[in-house]
């Protein structure tokens, strides 16, 4: 490529060269090389590419707070970040954006955050074309379940559909994300900067490893079933005897619960496998006992696993949720052979969350849990939520294996601030928390607390503790509905309405809003129910009121862990 | 008439009580116990009715962080032991 005259330079100087002085060369040139590039664009692009969007959707708040942090390096290297949540973000503004980064993270069966769901409905309407977008999206997930990031997949394979660019690929983060997420960072930044060199990313301290999820073993304390004689639930309160367990009010308890011996044991009669046999599985070796014992969901396998199974086997299998003995039973196995392709399609068991009733502060070595067993009917057979079973069932002194999922938002607030607590059911179990560890700390701040349930006879939770809390004025209010207790059903978004008034004056004094407990429809009343007290006694009219509802999300004072 | 001094604790309730009310219509609407205070429990015996609880329940209740099974129970004055059917309608609803 050089001219002959440049090249018989170039000759030259590497025979006169030593080896250290053809390093510094090398280097020397690189840096030359990369000097004239930026010069290049400099003069080029004036203001180039540097202004990115990065949006985040977050369900427990490390998404927000990794993009955060992406937002802080971005803006080190000369880059203008805008930072965003994507409940917040202004749907029509992608159309505009050139540069659009998302960190999101994946719930339950594989869905968006609650707040990112407005975003992730709106791309897949595929009604518009984002033709200038260049994008990458970070995602959050846990490889203890089956849909693993699949909401970032999805947001990812959009965003190209609708005819962006995808400038980094997509990076599947497990609970361990901390490397993984920086490396995805320093890719985007080096991508958008175009340099070949090293982008400086601030060193942070040495590389902490962060353990991911640690694993704590528990020993049952006591396991009591908290409804009385004639009541339709079964709510057991269990104390759990665990040291040094790292958490905060407002956090849960997650397990992955173990099959029923009797079903793993039938499963293994059925198919004639032999159970010591080990496989690889995930890069450990485990005995097929074992993966059905602890490993596996066997219990209720969804529809998209019965469909694996039906090709395994070659035959028609209607659609249906079902176990895996039941599924064995009618549409048998051919051989042992047939049963290790089974197991292969066969998913993880997704662990159960908990929140923790007990608070660091009074129950210091322990950890409680509220869990309601939980039945459903399929097919006319009762039957019973697997977790829940199993922990109902929890002897004294027996052992288990549990971590702890933190909760970043669902969080007390300073001890001088007012609180309303709204937890029917066994939504009441991060409040006792809460109450607890205002007790034992001292707070300041007014409690009130909103508790329901079907009968006030049997169903009272924690009735007793509510009482002496209620004496030593730790609760400063405490309004309860029972739904069966008379003629019309009474919820507890009629008591909020009843002292709407008094209810209203608390959130102008500041307090903050905490709901806890079924999803539909308890926690979608309990909004309404909101937004007509801010209406009626705020004096506004109904976009005034999803307004000032809408600044309390936004300011941290309206907190909800919904199940 | 015995002196204000002399007078046990039973009798400064009633007198205090507004002609044996005390504060039982309130404390009927607390929805938070199924007891009364301890000054309308006395009160309430002068109305022919005793507020009690199943005894045999306490324990297992207190284990569950329950409060007491509280009831009521009303003395009837039933003159030759005769009831009407209304009456009997009536008192059935009283008790459910």
Redesign the interface.
């Known amino acids: 490529m050089l001219t002959a005259h440049k090249l018989k330079i170039i000759h030259d100087l590497i025979a006169s060269s030593s080896k250290e002085d053809l390093i510094w060369l090398n280097g020397y040139l690189a840096g030359i090389i990369a000097h004239q590039e930026n010069k290049d664009e400099d003069v080029g692009e004036k203001n180039s590419s540097s202004k990115i969007t990065i949006a985040y959707g977050t369900e427990t708040g490390n998404s927000k707070r990794l993009a955060l942090d992406f937002a802080a390096k971005a803006k080190k290297n000369g880059i203008n970040a805008k930072l965003v949540s994507l409940d917040q973000y202004r749907l029509k503004d992608l159309a505009k954006e050139e540069y659009f980064f998302t960190v999101i993270s994946t719930q339950g069966e594989g869905e968006p955050p609650a707040a990112a769901k407005k975003f992730y409905d709106h791309i897949h309407q595929n009604g518009f074309k984002l033709n200038q977008l260049k994008y990458g999206v970070l995602a959050l997930g846990d490889t203890a379940y089956p849909l693993f990031c699949k909401a970032g997949e999805d947001v990812d394979s959009q965003l190209q559909q609708l005819g962006g660019e995808r400038i980094v690929s997509l990076q599947r983060c497990d609970v361990d994300y901390e490397d993984e997420a920086s490396n995805w960072f320093m890719e985007v930044l080096q991508k958008i900067n175009n340099k070949e060199s090293k982008v400086e990313i601030a060193k942070s301290p040495p590389a902490k490893k962060t353990t991911g999820k640690k694993i704590y073993t528990g020993t049952i304390l006591s396991n009591?079933?908290?409804?009385?004689r004639g009541s339709n639930k079964q709510t057991h309160?269990i104390e759990i005897a665990a040291a040094d367990v790292d958490y905060q009010p407002g956090d849960s308890l997650g397990l992955v619960p173990e099959n029923p011996l009797m079903i793993v044991e039938e499963i293994i009669k059925l198919t004639n496998i032999d159970h010591t046999k080990s496989l690889t599985h995930r890069n450990e070796e485990i005995s097929i006992f074992n993966l059905l014992k602890k490993k596996l969901n066997i219990v209720y396998l969804p529809e998209r696993v019965v469909k694996k199974y039906a090709s395994i086997i070659k035959q028609e299998i209607p659609e249906t949720k079902i176990g895996l003995h039941d599924l064995l039973k009618i549409y048998p196995v051919t051989d042992p052979e047939q049963f290790e392709e089974v197991i292969n399609i066969l998913e993880l068991t997704a662990p159960r969350l908990y929140s923790i009733s007990s608070s660091p502060e009074a129950h210091n070595g322990e950890i409680h849990l509220t869990v309601a067993k939980d039945f459903f009917t399929v097919n006319e057979e009762k039957k019973y939520g697997l977790c829940s079973n199993l922990l109902s069932e929890f002897k004294t002194d027996e052992n288990f294996e549990f971590y702890i999922h933190k909760n970043t938002q669902f969080k007390l607030p300073a001890a001088d601030k007012d609180i309303i607590m709204i937890g029917p059911g066994t939504g009441i179990a991060p409040f006792r928390s809460f109450l607890a560890e205002r007790d034992a700390t001292g707070a300041t701040g007014k409690n009130w607390l909103f508790f329901g349930d079907q009968h006030?006879?049997?169903d009272?939770?924690?009735?007793?503790?509510?009482?002496n809390w209620?004496q030593t004025n730790v609760l400063t209010k405490?309004?309860?509905a029972f739904s069966r207790d008379q003629k019309e059903k009474i919820y507890v978004q009629n008591k909020m309405k009843k002292h709407g008034a008094e209810f209203f004056e608390w959130l102008q004094s500041g307090a903050y809003i905490y709901v806890c407990g079924a999803k539909e429809p308890m926690a979608v009343d309990v909004e309404e129910t909101l937004l007509s007290i801010i209406k009626e006694f705020g004096n506004k009219n109904i976009n005034e009121a999803a307004t000032y509802l809408d600044e309390l999300k936004e300011t941290g004072r309206y907190l909800k862990d919904v199940y | 008439m015995s002196e204000k001094n002399n007078l046990s604790a039973i009798e400064k309730v009633k007198q205090a009580s507004d002609g044996l009310r005390g504060t039982i219509n309130e404390g009927l609407l607390d929805e938070v116990t199924g007891a009364i205070s301890e000054d309308d429990q006395a009160l309430l015996k002068f109305h022919g009715m005793y507020q009690q609880d199943d005894r045999d329940r306490r324990e297992e209740r207190a284990e569950k962080k329950l409060e007491r099974l509280y009831s009521f129970m009303i003395r009837l004055r039933l003159p030759g032991g005769f009831l009407t059917p209304e009456q009997w309608i009536a008192t059935h609803h009283i008790a459910r």
């Open positions: 009591i079933n908290l409804n009385d309160h006030f006879a049997s009272f939770l924690y009735q007793t503790e509510l009482q209620l405490l309004s309860v």
